[in-house]
């Protein structure tokens, strides 16, 4: 691993997020199409007047919105990046205030919303993961084995280049290796 460990349930949070994200992008174009829908064809559906279905287009934008931005901060956590604790930290404080907004509104199952983006506001805070973020821990590698390799001595190194070199034949121009004396393709010497 390059960098400081990561810590405990990151890829888990991740991984989540990116899923919550692309349900609330496909979540939130059914719910902008279909209130959309039923506001211009007038249809009263389960007691909702219009003006709160037309409402509905604009809480499903939001729900849109949020989705996009939980994808990217899914996607930032996978990865490790520096960005990512700040655009979770905002993103969730979004998602709060939005869940505020829309169980004000009327649709009290929103109040749901708030308490995974206040445990993650409490996770994201958490000392250990804050500095995993903050203080460049680097791209996060599964593997030892997809880590960059580093030659354990240069003078190995050195040598290895050293022995390798080649240089041209003055008769015929074939590629003879440094310690040859006679060209291996015309015969003369080298």
């Given at each position: 691993?390059?960098?400081?460990?990561?810590?405990?349930?990151?890829?888990?949070?991740?991984?989540?997020?990116?899923?919550?994200?692309?349900?609330?992008?496909?979540?939130?174009?059914?719910?902008t199409l279909l209130a959309a829908i039923f506001s211009?064809?007038?249809?009263?559906?389960?007691?909702?007047?219009?003006?709160?279905?037309?409402?509905?287009?604009?809480?499903?934008?939001?729900?849109?919105?949020?989705?996009?931005?939980?994808?990217?901060?899914?996607?930032?956590?996978?990865?490790?990046?520096?960005?990512?604790?700040?655009?979770?930290?905002?993103?969730?404080?979004?998602?709060?205030?939005f869940a505020a907004a829309v169980t004000a509104l009327?649709?009290?199952?929103?109040?749901?919303?708030?308490?995974?983006?206040?445990?993650?506001?409490?996770?994201?805070?958490?000392?250990?993961?804050?500095?995993?973020?903050?203080t460049g821990a680097g791209p996060y590698v599964a593997?030892?084995?997809?880590?960059?390799?580093?030659?354990?001595?240069?003078?190995?190194?050195?040598?290895?280049?050293?022995?390798?070199?080649?240089?041209?034949?003055?008769?015929?121009?074939?590629?003879?290796?440094?310690?040859?004396?006679?060209?291996?393709?015309?015969?003369?010497?080298?």
């Amino acid at each position: 691993m390059i960098g400081k460990p990561r810590p405990a349930g990151l890829n888990l949070i991740g991984t989540l997020a990116v899923m919550g994200g692309v349900l609330g992008l496909t979540f939130g174009m059914v719910i902008t199409l279909l209130a959309a829908i039923f506001s211009l064809i007038g249809l009263d559906l389960f007691g909702f007047s219009g003006s709160v279905l037309t409402l509905g287009v604009f809480i499903g934008i939001g729900v849109m919105v949020l989705g996009a931005f939980w994808t990217g901060v899914g996607f930032g956590v996978l990865k490790g990046r520096r960005s990512a604790w700040n655009t979770a930290i905002t993103t969730t404080i979004l998602s709060i205030l939005f869940a505020a907004a829309v169980t004000a509104l009327g649709f009290y199952l929103a109040a749901i919303a708030l308490v995974p983006a206040l445990i993650l506001l409490f996770y994201f805070t958490r000392g250990n993961v804050r500095t995993f973020f903050l203080t460049g821990a680097g791209p996060y590698v599964a593997s030892p084995m997809l880590a960059p390799r580093t030659s354990p001595n240069i003078e190995s190194l050195l040598e290895t280049v050293e022995t390798a070199r080649t240089r041209k034949c003055q008769n015929c121009g074939g590629m003879v290796a440094a310690e040859v004396t006679m060209c291996p393709y015309c015969g003369a010497p080298a």
